[in-house]
Nanobody, 118 residues
């Protein structure tokens, strides 16, 4: 059974950095598309970025140039490196995985909280 566990969320100052991890089990991160969503209180969930199986990445305009998604296939972990954090990056961040063989079903992590303050 596929399982995702996020970690790395914390409270940081504006301009700081965090590196979130999404540890996967039950499937290989190298074989599936994966990505990150975030949701702030009172706001709609938005996709932060995604990592396609072939290695290509795409990011939301709000984080482009500041956030980087990467994967360690040996450790079976996906990362979200967040730099130059802004107050508006405050949200609960969740990772997901979508494998072709799951026929449209996605696996989700439980989420990790990122709080950016002055």
């Amino acid at each position: 059974q596929a399982k995702l566990v996020e970690s790395g969320g914390d409270s940081v100052q504006v301009g700081g950095s965090l590196n979130l991890s999404c540890a996967a089990s039950g499937f290989a991160v190298s074989s599936c598309g994966m990505g990150w969503f975030r949701q702030a209180p009172g706001k709609q969930r938005e996709r932060v970025g995604l990592y396609i199986v072939d290695g290509d990445t795409h990011y939301a305009d709000a984080v482009k140039g500041r956030f980087i998604i990467s994967r360690d296939n040996d450790k079976n972990i996906m990362y979200l490196q967040m730099n130059d954090l802004k107050a508006e990056d405050t949200a609960n961040y969740r990772c997901y995985a979508a494998c072709i063989e799951w026929q449209g079903n996605w696996a989700w992590g439980q989420g990790t909280q990122v709080t950016v303050g002055a």
